[in-house]
């Protein structure tokens, strides 16, 4: 068995997210700032009158989600929780009512049962401690368990990006709420993904790796919380790896042939960006083999877990809205678009 | 003992350049492409007419380095040699004559003595070969070490890529080859960088780590080829560390008082955003007490070393020209200013 032991740049372990929340904002002074007593960041310039408000929020852990995607064009408001633990629906609330600019807020929520449930319930506190109109969607992209240690129904993982992208763009553009909401929801009912881990994150907590791998062995379908995935197989090669992720992928999507498609390769935090160029390399000879035209594709950390080496692939299928609404111009810290 | 064993998302190990840069093009085909048998990618454009080219290259093992900063206002060229290992001096030759407008090219070397060697034998090669103006800065940024395995003098870290923006910078706005190589040696005679590894990287060619660290060990000193430190210390605190680093750097810089600074928190590939926030955070508060002015930081993946955990801190101290040469607009794939 491989012992990973915790080497991590971290000061209190029960510090770690209100000191990287503080560096983040030294890092965009410009950009983001922090609520007053709160582990909720918003765009420096929230609420901005007369748009939607598009938040989102989470455990940490998963960073450049979620406040690297705050700013024009994308999220208004980013709350962050503990390491892998919901935010309160207090905060979430506090969020809310601090990011509406009059014409409501969009919840976008990853499908992990806390999360759903304090992003509901703090919708509701919004709705009546301030008159505000708050509508949700749920992301659940993740094709590999139909059900999870912390779910019901898929989980939430990095789809979330292009939920995050599209809707912000819709909000940006001017549309109202009803349409950020349905641009968002055609996001889900297009995009899925599949991840792998070569190791086990470490929490800074505890300290230890939340499930032990052996030296060559990997877990497929893992979530983004430190859950062990669906399968424990022996090491594969990069080329074999992507194709059981894209297969399943590809399979749950059913994209018909011709079709446009928009990919992410997401490092888990640990993995070196060269890895996920060569796992992106077999992806996109995949989606041509199968007929599939790829309009954009990303490389790089957008959802992570820790210091978990690893990947996921995600294929968002397009039509001309969604095209035009990720083509649309974003400025953040994770995320630039001309 | 921690033993660290190779878990990569690689196929066989001798193709990992390769396939890394053929899953890059494929990630960027509007921006980058590759020369012809050969392990250079150049702008898409390339030869940009009229204007003064921006090369560089090195060993592979720190993407993004070097071809993620092609594009305008950056690098036109980027020759990458194996892992760890300087390309051949007739790629880089190939690269200078494939990239020239007419106007003469830049190289920007880092210092090790394969890359220096290499990079002046090419660019001899190509002003026979094809009559083109050839100039040079070596980048020797890292206060670590005077002399190390690699280098007579000190060597070329994450301050590279300062050198890479302030240059594309000059070009893009019409400089000539006198003007651009004297900015980029104003970087270089401003700015420093050291560095700390909590892992050692594993080569893929070798499987397992270039050094051993105990279990609450690290190593301060580090450069980007698996080289151990000058010194190995028990494990710190983050802040402790941000202290040991930014001390060396800001010592061999002696900035003013009421100086303004660009400073760069660099991972070195296996270590999260979150803990690089953390070190940010520590970073400019030490730069506050010292009476400096922060005005720009950067934090994320620039220069790494493969898998190592780890980050570096580096400093710039500027002025107007170097101030509007950084904010210049710039796109490429690892990094957009708009």
Same mark, same amino acid.
């Given at each position: 068995m491989v012992t990973r032991h915790m080497k991590k740049l971290i000061n209190e372990p029960s510090a770690v997210v209100d000191e990287m929340l503080d560096g983040m904002v030294a890092a965009h002074p410009d950009e983001v700032r922090r609520l007053e007593d709160s582990n909720v960041l918003v765009?420096?310039?929230? @609420?901005?009158? %007369?748009k939607v408000a598009v938040v989102s929020g989470g455990g &940490?852990?998963?960073? @450049?989600?979620h406040a690297g995607y705050l700013g024009p064009g994308m999220l208004d408001g980013a709350a962050a929780g503990e390491v892998f633990t919901s935010p309160t629906a207090d905060e979430v609330s506090e969020m809310v009512q601090a990011c509406d600019g009059g014409e409501g807020v969009l919840m976008v929520i990853k499908n992990y049962e806390g999360d759903v449930m304090n992003f509901e319930t703090a919708g509701e506190l919004a709705e009546m401690e301030s008159d505000v109109d708050v509508a949700k969607v749920v992301v659940n992209d993740?094709?590999?368990?139909?059900? &999870?240690l912390y779910t019901s129904g898929r989980r939430g993982v990095c789809g979330t990006i292009f939920v995050h992208k599209v809707a912000g763009a819709m909000a940006d553009e001017g549309g109202d709420l009803d349409d950020v909401q349905r641009v968002a929801q055609k996001v889900i009912d297009n995009v899925a993904t599949m991840g792998t881990a070569l190791t086990s994150c470490i929490t800074p907590e505890k300290g230890e790796p939340t499930f032990d791998l052996g030296e060559d062995e990997i877990e497929l379908g893992?979530?983004?919380? %430190?859950e062990p995935g669906v399968e424990r197989v022996e090491m594969m090669s990069a080329d074999e790896i992507t194709e059981r992720l894209t297969e399943n992928v590809l399979d749950d999507l059913? @994209?018909?042939? %011709?079709a446009e498609v928009a990919t992410i390769v997401n490092g888990? %935090?640990?993995? @070196?960006l060269s890895e996920l160029y060569i796992v992106n390399r077999k992806l996109q000879s995949m989606l041509d083999d199968r007929g599939l035209e790829t309009w954009d594709a990303w490389v790089g950390?957008?959802?992570? &877990?820790?210091?978990?080496q690893g990947c996921s692939v995600t294929v968002l299928v397009l039509d001309d809205e969604l095209k035009e609404l990720l083509a649309h111009p974003v400025e953040t810290p994770a995320l630039t678009v001309t």
């Open positions: 765009r420096r310039d929230a @609420p901005v009158e %007369g &940490s852990g998963h960073e @450049p989600t993740d094709v590999a368990v139909e059900d &999870s893992i979530g983004i919380h %430190g059913d @994209p018909d042939e %011709g888990m %935090g640990g993995t @070196p950390d957008y959802m992570t &877990s820790l210091d978990m």
